[in-house]
């Protein structure tokens, strides 16, 4: 089993910055896409941020600019810098892993979710 450890999360002004981190740990042999999605209250899950396999990064439109998503050197852990941050920011955001267990075979992990809260 794999799983997806997140922090960072928290309560902060408009304007403001956080750093979230993910670090997947337990059965990998290699990891594809690695990155964020948000859901708020009422919403779909979105895009937020991704890493890629060919080491590309995606951002969705509303982020752009603002949040930027780096891996770590052991290639594990995922990091979202996320300035600038508004009120609309507000949601659940959940890391995702494509996780390849073993050659042929692949899934996807998500982690349990880090609320981030935009308020004054």
């Known amino acids: 089993q794999v799983q997806l450890a997140e922090s960072g999360g928290g309560l902060v002004q408009p304007g403001g910055s956080l750093r979230l981190s993910c670090t997947a740990s337990?059965?990998?042999?290699?990891?594809?896409?690695m990155g964020w999605y948000r859901q708020a209250p009422g919403q779909q899950r979105e895009l937020v941020a991704v890493?890629?396999?060919?080491?590309?990064?995606l951002y969705g439109d509303s982020v752009k600019g603002r949040f930027t998503i780096s891996r770590g050197n052991a290639k594990n852990t995922v990091y979202l810098q996320m300035n600038f941050l508004k009120p609309e920011d507000t949601a659940v955001y959940y890391c995702k892993a494509e996780v390849v267990p073993y050659p042929g075979v692949v899934y996807d992990r998500w982690g349990q979710g880090t609320q981030v809260t935009v308020s004054s």
């Open positions: 337990g059965s990998i042999f290699s990891l594809r896409d």
């Open positions: 890493f890629t396999r060919n080491s590309s990064a």
